[in-house]
């Protein structure tokens, strides 16, 4: 085609260069961006992601679903599954980050990892996904399996909900509400930030 444009041997020469590097950029792209987690994303089957992330330690797991690195960029498989529509294996991840495992030495919890990878990702998802908004709030929640006179001892890991990564008051609850959905702001986890912004600090101005 660019013979048909030029007889220049420079401007041709110089095309093919150019087409060379493109394509080897590119398939340096897709080998370095080709784990099992971005496989198992492009099926968007629960069974795949599990599959792939049981092989991962422990202490890595988070990032294996937060951060990879192609060259000299960071892609968060996390939000690939979003964008790309994957939205099955998007919540197995979101699953798989809130589960608390244990070894003799140390307790694992994706949580932490995931907010500071991803501080806005409830906005994230009250934009592009609105459906994972329950499951990530659920897994900020621990319930004790054991009750001791008919009440059960539960935890709320909320702290990002209030705080961002620069100790200022973070955006969640002010992006919940206008999501306007009645039942994702009626969610155990919200109520409690809620009631603990108003009872320790916004009570006091009124």
Request: glycine share 6%; with cysteine.
């Amino acid at each position: 085609v660019v013979r048909s444009m030029t007889t220049d041997e420079a401007a041709q020469e110089g095309f093919r260069w150019s087409l060379t590097l493109i394509s080897k950029t590119l398939v340096r792209t897709i080998l370095e961006g080709s784990t099992i987690v971005m496989q198992a994303i492009n099926t968007n089957q629960e069974k795949s992601l599990v599959k792939a992330i049981s092989v991962s330690p422990r202490g890595k797991r988070a990032m294996e679903l937060l951060n990879i690195t192609v060259g000299t960029q960071s892609i968060s498989p996390l939000y690939w599954a979003i964008e790309s529509g994957s939205l099955v294996t998007a919540h197995a991840m979101i699953n798989d980050l809130l589960t608390i495992r244990a070894d003799r030495d140390n307790y694992y919890y994706g949580y932490d990892d995931l907010f500071k990878r991803h501080p806005e990702i409830i906005h994230r998802l009250c934009a592009d996904a609105t459906n994972l908004l329950w499951p990530l709030l659920d897994g900020l929640i621990w319930r004790s399996r054991v009750a001791v006179a008919g009440k059960r001892r539960v935890n709320y890991y909320v702290k990002h909900l209030m705080q961002d990564g620069e100790g200022k008051m973070n955006k969640a609850l002010e992006w919940l509400a206008e999501n306007k959905d009645p039942k994702i702001i009626c969610h155990p986890a919200v109520v409690m930030v809620s009631d603990v912004l108003w009872g320790q600090l916004a009570n006091k101005y009124f």
